[in-house]
Structure formats: structure tokens, C-alpha cells
């Protein structure tokens, strides 16, 4: 059994003329007894011709670490992936229920794993994802590792997202420097989960290992924020901001009119936090209004667990309406902060190095003063600011590695530090 909270974070007071209300929602789960058994996990390998050597038996131990780390009775399968999907264990398309022997059986399954042919990880998700429905009440994850980049067709990967989306939470890994990191990101906002970057290969066990176990813990399915706003208002956004950024505002689900659900996954004990948007009619002096309602909601049973509720206030006191909650504005920094790495990325590959080269420094600058020192060291290694003129430069020769850090890293957050 899991409870949780939802806790308000906001600034109610707007001056006059003011529409834009914005609240921090920190919701935080406990676990009150060990997690149930109704869950089910799917291994997703990359097997392609670019997994040749060290890398495929890397990926072998690091699979076999996944599998020890399932719980006794999960349901659970190991995918292999190349141009297509194939069932590395069980045989047929089913899953098979974890215990010291299929732990066994699956470990030597998965020591015959050899890499050959090209990548296509839609047809790995969608054959995870055939899988899963076979547990529609189950917690359903797959955690997926690629070290290529995807060959399938735009078209065809979006199709195949899109199948997918709603039905199970996908972690994924990027290995080594020839994966690209805007096709994981794609998995992670249809799919609801993290991605990150596995530098070394000889970390994959690691990286399996903590992400299969994490998985492990979690107590309760598919819940959503359901949120209400007034009439003649409008969601302008809604995203989580920690412990990684993920935009979940279109994957609105009607419920009624005025009430639309956004998909959260499935939860164990932990804390996430997300930055709430709404625009409303503006009122007189002195009026009060409730700008949303927000539950936190079993969307199948209609069961909720946390509430709360998000307030706006007319004011012609200026003191009152210029103050910024603090929590506030350290998430829309982060949010700038990820903007500004992904905007100069993406002009330093298109060769715009005016653009890269203003907007990675500002994002340095940003990093600087807002305590992300992990952050700023990525940055230091693309672009070089001078300390007394403070003029910038992008750095030459910058290795692959270091580029897809900093690409990856810009979707975690750091949590508000306490004052005092």
C-alpha cells in the first residue's frame, strides 16, 4: 500500500490585468508494506552489428544483472533487438514468471546473444509493448539499451510510439558516442520514463541493475494528475520538473468538459514535483478564485490519493503582486536551462556558431548561478568563457562524448536548496 501528498507550491497575488498563474506541485510517496507481486518487465537488448566485441558481452552481464534483480513471482521477458524483435527468453511471445529456475533458464538464453544486423527500436518497443497488454493490472516497465542509431523510417518509429504510449513506462540507455540522443528523448516523453547516457560500457550491469530495481519498487500503477481549471481558462502547461523535465501537456484525457487527466506512470516511495501553468479571466480587486483542482488519481478506479488546489488573487497592492515564489523560479530556470543547452546543440551541429556560441554561455552563466555545478563543468568542456572579459567561444575538438553528456544531462533538475 502506498500513501501520498500533494503539496502546493505558489504566489497567489496578480495585479490587475494578471492572467498567468503558476504553482509547483510536490507530490511525495510512501510506502506503507512491502510492494506487491502484480508487475511485469520487459529486457530490451540491443543486438545489432554495431554491438560487436566488448559491447554485446557487456550488454550479456548487464541483461543477466536485470534478471537477477526481479522480484520472485514479476512477470518478465528479454527481447533481442536488431532490424527487428525477437524472444530471447521465454520461447513464443508470452512472458514467463520469475523464480531461481527461470532466472536460470533466461541467464543462459541470454549468453547466446550475438550482435548482427541494423536498428529499428520501434519494432523492439512494439513487441515489448504486445507483451505487456497480456498484464493490463500489472506495473508494467521495459528498460531498453541501444548503442546505434535508429534505421527505421521517422514515420514508422512515430507509428510505433504512439502504439506504445499508455500502455507500459520505458527507461532507456544510450552506450558509448553513436546513438542519438534526440531518439531516446523521443521514447521517454511518449513512454513516461528517464533515458540516460552510459559512458562506459563496463557501467551497463550498474545502469541495469539500479533501473531494474527501481522498478521493482514501485507499489502503484498508471495514476494520474487530474486537473480542473475554470471556464474560460486555459492549461497553458504542465510538466514535471523533478527529478527529470518531461512535458505532459499534450497527453491530456478528457474526463469532463472542464477536467482533463495527464498520465504520471506508476509509483513507489519517492518525490516528483511539476510546474502547473493556467490562464484565467482577470477579475476585480480583491477577488479570489480557484485557478485549478488537482488530484492525483487512479484514472481505471477513480480513486484518489492527494488533492490540492491552486488559488488566484487580485491585487492592487504592488508589494503583494511582483513577489515570485522561490520554488517557482528555480524551475522555470531549469527549464531555461535545458532550453538554452538543446537551442545550442543544435545550433553547433546545424553550424550556426553565433547562435551555439550566445546561447550555451548564457546556459553557463545560468548553470553558474543557480548552484548546477555538474552542469556547468559539462558545459566548460563546449564553450570557453573568458573570466575577464567574459567573452565566449565554442570550443574546437570536442569529443563526442562529452557533447551527448551534456545533451542528456540537461533533462535532470537539482530541488530547490533550503534557505538558512
Known amino acids: 500500500m502506498s500513501d501520498f501528498t500533494l503539496q502546493v507550491d505558489q504566489h497567489k497575488y496578480l495585479p490587475l490585468g494578471g492572467r498567468e498563474v503558476h504553482a509547483i506541485l510536490t507530490i511525495t510517496g510512501t510506502v506503507a508494506q512491502a510492494p506487491p507481486t502484480e508487475a511485469a518487465e520487459v529486457i530490451i537488448i540491443d543486438t545489432s552489428g554495431s554491438m560487436t566485441g566488448g559491447k554485446i558481452r557487456e550488454a550479456r552481464q548487464a541483461a543477466k544483472a536485470a534478471v537477477d534483480a526481479l522480484r520472485d513471482g514479476v512477470e518478465f521477458a528479454v527481447i533481442a533487438g536488431d532490424t527487428s524483435a525477437h524472444m530471447v527468453y521465454p520461447r513464443g511471445r508470452k512472458l514467463a514468471k520469475a523464480g531461481q529456475s527461470t532466472r536460470d533458464n533466461a541467464k543462459k538464453a541470454i549468453d547466446s546473444l550475438d550482435a ?189 490519493h492527494a488533492s490540492g488546489n491552486v488559488l488566484a488573487h487580485w491585487t492592487e497592492d504592488l508589494a503583494l503582486s511582483t513577489r515570485i515564489n522561490r520554488k517557482v523560479a528555480h524551475y522555470t530556470g531549469q527549464a531555461e536551462l535545458h532550453e538554452l543547452i538543446q537551442e545550442g546543440l543544435s545550433a553547433r551541429a546545424a553550424g550556426d556558431t553565433a547562435t551555439a556560441t550566445a546561447r550555451l554561455a548564457k546556459a553557463k552563466q545560468l548553470a553558474d548561478s543557480s548552484g548546477r555545478e555538474d552542469t556547468a563543468r559539462l558545459l566548460e568542456k563546449v564553450v570557453e568563457i573568458d573570466p575577464g572579459t567574459g567573452t565566449a567561444r565554442l570550443r574546437r575538438n570536442v569529443e563526442r562524448a562529452d557533447e551527448i553528456e551534456l545533451d542528456t544531462g540537461s533533462t535532470r533538475t537539482s530541488q530547490l536548496r533550503q534557505e538558512g
Request: charged content about 25%; overall charge negative.
Open 116 to 304: 548482427n544486423g541494423g536498428t529499428s527500436i520501434g519494432q523492439w518497443l512494439l513487441l515489448a509493448c504486445d507483451l505487456l497488454e497480456s498484464r493490463p493490472g500489472a506495473i508494467r516497465h521495459a528498460l531498453l539499451m541501444t548503442d546505434g542509431q535508429n534505421n527505421e523510417g521517422e514515420e514508422a518509429f512515430a507509428r510505433a510510439l504512439k502504439k506504445c504510449e499508455g500502455r507500459f513506462v520505458c527507461d532507456s540507455l544510450g552506450v558509448g558516442d553513436d546513438w542519438v540522443p534526440d531518439e531516446l528523448r523521443k521514447v521517454s516523453n511518449a513512454l513516461l520514463g528517464a533515458f540516460d547516457f552510459v559512458r562506459d560500457q563496463k557501467d551497463l550491469a550498474e545502469f541495469f541493475t539500479r533501473i531494474t530495481e527501481a522498478s521493482m519498487g514501485k507499489t502503484v500503477a498508471e495514476l494520474a494528475l487530474r486537473v480542473w481549471i475554470p471556464k474560460d481558462a486555459t492549461l497553458k502547461y504542465i510538466r514535471q520538473v523533478s527529478p527529470t523535465l518531461l512535458d505532459l501537456s499534450g497527453k491530456r484525457t478528457p474526463f469532463n468538459p472542464l477536467t482533463g487527466d495527464y498520465p504520471t506512470g506508476s509509483w513507489g516511495a519517492e518525490e516528483r514535483e511539476y510546474h502547473l501553468c493556467v490562464e484565467v479571466p482577470t477579475a476585480a480587486p480583491g477577488q479570489e478564485i480557484r485557478a485549478a483542482w488537482v488530484k492525483l488519481v487512479r484514472p481505471d478506479t477513480g480513486d484518489v
